[in-house]
Every structure is written in C-alpha cells, then in structure tokens.
C-alpha cells in the first residue's frame, strides 16, 4: 500500500477581513474558516495520484487545531481522503511556525508515509516555513513550490516542476519525502454527494490525537515552545512610494519600461 499523508490547515476566510486579539494573535473564533488553498491542491494532487490505482494508495490527511477543524477533514474525506488525523490540545495552543512544525512532525513519527504533501503557506501566516521544517524533523528530501508533481511507483521516487519567478527546475527525490503545493498546481475537485453522507455519518474516519499521541518534547509546543513574537499584526500593509519618471518622447518610455521588465524579469 503506498501511503499519501496530506497536512492541511484552517484558515480564517480572509475575504470577510480579519480580526486579531488584544496580543496580536488572529481571533479564529470570530472569522469563517476555510481549508488553506495551497493545502487544497496538495489534497487535489494526492487524490490524482490514488486515482491511477485506488485501490493500492491510501490518502490520509492531518491537521493541528481546535476541535473544530475536524470540518475541513470532514471536507477532505468528502472529497476523495480515505480519512483524518486531528491533533489538539489545549497545551498546543499559540503556536508559531517551529513549534507547529514539531508538533505535526512528532504526529508523523507515529504514522507510516511514502509521500507527505503540504501547501506551500498558509494565507494567515504566508512564511513557508511549516513544510520545510516538517521534513528536517524527520529527516527526509523536501521540495518546494510544486506546479506538477508525478510519482513513479516502480522506482519508489517523485518527480516535481518547481516552480520560479524566472523559470522552473525539474526535481526528483527518492521516497520517503516531503512536497509543498502551490495553488496553481491544480483545480481541486468538488466534494461527491455521497461521500459527503460518508464523512458526516462516520465519526470514525477522524481519529483525534492530543499531547499523549505525539513524539515532540513539551519544550518544543505551544507558546511556550514558540520563539517568535508578534510585533505588530495588521491586515492592511501600506505600499511603499513608487517610483517617478519623466520621459521625454514616448520612445523612451518604452525603453525605460521594458529594461525595468526585463530586469524582474517579467519579459
């Protein structure tokens, strides 16, 4: 059986706004909640792959959060996973990117994987931290930024178009490894009607982890493990002075344009 861990996350919907408590941490509870996009075509990316033999790959996806995150699992079966691991504690809580990383790598040292697949970022956070860290807990290959990702189940390796802001590299790693999603990897697909039914009439399908479960040291989880802090959070970034130019003739406009395209290379 070859196994597909996929690590998502709720997010709040950041199309309704933000809002943030007195410390500067995202107040969850008072905003809708979403499954991170990123984390969505990664789950989309594993679902691919089980449907070119259903019946010998195994998707089972993982989350860390509040109870209530047991939604986007239920959203995740629905849409093809064959079940969920949900890990919360009240001792976990405040995590930042290390101590989230720990905690999710010290649940996967208890599971049995072939490929893990996160998002690239998280949309309340946007550091692109977690993934990586994940996999240098563990101890496996990582390869980010993946806008194609192919497994070849013979050789036992997976092959990854990264992508760049000025081109692509193609990578391939030996299994076990670990691949951050773009969103652009993919269009996930719709929850099925029936599976829906599945998700919600089987409470089964998600199993619950708390501290117990969990192969991390306490030194390592929660606020206490978290040596990030929070200066200032906002949802509203003030964009910086552009830039002024006076051309004289259209002709050098166009120059000036194209060289500044060519050097983001943009063209």
């Known amino acids: 059986m070859f196994k597909i ?6 997010v709040p919907d950041t199309a ?3 809002k943030f408590k007195p410390d500067g941490t995202l107040d969850r509870s008072a905003m809708l909640s979403i499954m991170n996009p990123d984390d969505k075509a990664g789950l989309e990316a594993a679902l691919r792959i ?5 019946e010998n790959v195994h998707v089972t996806l993982l989350t860390m959060g509040l109870p209530k995150a ?3 699992l239920r959203e995740g079966i ?3 996973a064959d079940d969920g691991v949900l890990v919360t504690d009240r001792v976990l809580g405040g995590a930042d990117t290390w101590a989230t990383s720990c905690t999710i790598a010290g649940a996967l040292k208890n599971m049995d994987y072939d490929l893990i697949i996160t998002g690239r970022q998280a949309i309340d956070g946007d550091t692109a931290q977690v ?3 994940i996999s240098e807990h563990l101890g496996i290959p990582v390869i980010s930024y993946a806008r194609e990702l192919k497994v070849n189940f013979d050789e036992h390796t997976v092959e990854v178009k990264r992508m760049f802001d000025d081109g692509y590299q193609i990578v391939k790693a030996k299994l076990p490894a670990l691949v951050t999603a773009l969103s652009e990897l993919n269009e996930p697909r719709y929850m099925r009607p029936g599976r829906i039914f599945d998700a919600i009439d089987h409470p089964e399908l998600v199993t619950v982890w708390g501290r117990a479960n969990l192969d991390v040291d306490d030194k390592d989880i929660g606020k206490k493990g978290s040596p990030t802090v929070i ?3 906002s949802d509203k970034v003030a964009k910086g002075k552009g830039v002024k130019v006076t051309p004289e003739s259209p002709e050098e406009a166009v120059d000036y344009i194209t060289k500044v395209l060519d050097e983001k290379h943009v063209i």
């Open 231 to 233: 200066a200032k959070a």
């Open 50 to 54: 089980k449907d070119q033999d259903p």
């Open 131 to 133: 993934g990586p860290q």
């Open 16 to 18: 309704g706004g933000v």
């Open 70 to 72: 047991d939604d986007i």
């Open 5 to 10: 861990v996929v690590c998502v996350k709720q």
């Open 78 to 80: 629905a849409m093809g």
